[in-house]
């Protein structure tokens, strides 16, 4: 079993930056896919960035150009860096880990982008 734990969401103002953290604690494999993705309200949740442990990303739409997703695999540690934020990147952010055909979950941050 895997727990992750995100950190780093508030409140900011439109042009403003934030950093999400995601530290992952438990059974941990080398091999391994961690990810952010994000729900508004009334939206479904949706991938924001992925990252594998080999260094590969994946970015979505939302945060092209944006954001910016890294890791630290002796941290066991995902990062989201996101710049010139707007009111529609307003959401919880959750952290996800896929490993071994297993998904994790976080428990979510809140981000709020004021206009």
């Known amino acids: 079993q895997a727990q992750l734990v995100e950190s780093g969401g508030g409140l900011v103002q439109a042009g403003g930056s934030l950093r999400l953290s995601c530290a992952a604690s438990?059974?941990?494999?080398?091999?391994?896919?961690m990810a952010w993705y994000r729900q508004s309200p009334g939206k479904q949740r949706e991938l924001v960035a992925a990252?594998?442990?080999?260094?590969?990303?994946r970015y979505e739409n939302p945060g092209k150009g944006r954001f910016t997703i890294s890791r630290d695999n002796a941290k066991n540690t995902v990062y989201l860096q996101m710049n010139s934020l707007k009111p529609e990147d307003t959401a919880v952010y959750y952290c996800?880990?896929?490993?071994?055909?297993?998904?994790?979950w976080g428990q979510g941050t809140q981000v709020t982008v004021s206009s």
């Open positions: 996800n880990m896929f490993q071994a055909d297993t998904t994790y």
């Open positions: 990252m594998r442990s080999s260094g590969s990303t």
């Open positions: 438990g059974s941990i494999f080398s091999v391994n896919v």
